[in-house]
């Protein structure tokens, strides 16, 4: 999917919670259907077939309860995309990214491979760590291919890792440094990558057990230059992996370049310059970092803000008051084809029942609000997991899909309106989580909720509460939204009866 993702370490975030959040994005003129579900062990399928790709799976028969957003309408296959388990760890899949013909020639796309339809499934109930869903997907990759190019997140309390598969069956994955953060559009984005760690003591980088091999046999190393004397790959702790296994195509400077550019500038405002005849970066750099250390540390509001970009304050606005030719150069993070947005976020401070939290929004993002959910759960509220084909204002995706249309098409008259509803819903449903996780360490120390049931129960009836909440500030919001667009509409007349 075009998409956008952030991933955050936990000395990179306000609260040293670790982050990762992702953009779903359908393809030019679509949008897809989304609904926010938990999927039961005894839900899930023992054998595996991909709808896509034809692909059959056998799976563990010890499959964990998970946390999902999966396509509304089945046609396409499952399409599960983020979510967290009962071990605490959490997936987001995927980044589609790009390579080049000299990567692909040498290890094709597997036509009845795995891909995004499935790795949700197929892995996130599987695993008990982040370093463990990086193994599981890596094996995967190897045995059955993939027919597209993606990256893929995974993350517990104590660290974020990257995958980037590399051709049908090879992959890289790289650990996101604590105190750091790591933005990815759609191409290939890892740039040093430390080979002798990989093939070493494996404790920052992981890769398919033959890279070096393959990456000699077909010539992928951008420093083929080496000589007698220099540094073998086996050794090399800053292998070019971006030059070897990415892009640098006219596309890439159109469509993803920018997008990274927007987030990093936002983030790192100070650290390098961004405009100018002198500038360190621009939107069509290719050296754009892969990670950086934040100038101050990132929060979920930070993170909202950053998948909803559009170049505010450049010309590249598409909102902006001075419309030009340059506003429409660019691709935007904030699209109007977003799906959802998934933030699943880790807490150190309160205890592990309550750690993991999916925060979630559908529509698109320069539109919509956050909303928080407790991930350990059985089942999640109606107005996030009843949607389907049906546009109605009775669940939140088609509400906030409604939202962004009239809105976008009256963004003067409408932009306050949008402004107070993000605000009122980001600080009630955050206030909201807060009380329950007071409430939730009062029971537990009167020696209440003992048991997983209990916790679960307890943590839905919290769920449904913020999700109440939610529909009603969101009806509210559209109200306000139609009317302001109804009083733009061009038949109008300033005369009444009287």
Partial sequence: MPCTTILAGKKATFDGSTMMARNEDSPAGEFTPKKFIAVLPEDQPGSYKSVISGVSIDLPDDPMRYTAVPNALPDEGIWGEAGINEAGVAMSETETITSNSRVLAADPLVKGGIGE???????????????EGVLRLGGLLERYGTYEMNGIGFQDLREVWWLESVGGHHWIAKRVPDDSYVVM??????????????????????CSADLIGFIEEYHLDPEMMRDEEGVPLAEDTAFDARGAFGSREDADHTYNTPRAW????FLNPRTFRWYGSDADFEPESDDLPWSLV?????????????LSLHFQGTEYDPYGRRTSAESLKYRPVGVNRTNFV???????????????????????????????????????????????????????????????ALADAHMPECLNLI???????????????????AEFGKKKAAGELTGAGEVSAFLEARNREISDFAEKETADCLGKVLYAASMKMRNGFSRSDA
Avoid: C
């Avoid at 339809?117 to 370093?131: K, N, Q």
């Avoid at 927007?262 to 500038?265: H, P, T, Y």
């Fill in 117 to 131: 339809e499935d790795l949700l499934t197929i892995v996130l109930p599987y695993i008990r760590s982040a370093r």
């Fill in 185 to 206: 559009p759609n191409q290939q984005g890892i740039d040093s990558f430390d080979l002798a760690d990989a093939f070493g003591e494996k404790r920052d980088h992981l």
């Fill in 262 to 265: 927007d987030i990093e500038r």
């Fill in 294 to 306: 934040p100038e101050r540390k990132i929060t979920v509001d930070d993170v909202k803000y950053v």
């Fill in 342 to 404: 998934s933030l699943t976020q880790f807490r150190p401070d309160v205890p592990a029942e309550i750690s993991g939290i999916q925060w979630i929004s559908m529509g698109s993002n320069v539109f919509n609000a956050f909303v928080p959910f407790y991930a350990n759960v059985t089942a999640t509220p109606a107005y996030f997991a009843g949607t389907d084909g049906t546009v109605t204002t009775s669940n939140f995706y088609w509400s906030n899909r409604l939202i962004a």
């Fill in 419 to 437: 402004e107070r509803y993000q605000k009122k819903m980001h600080s009630e449903g955050y206030g909201m989580l807060l009380r329950a996780d």
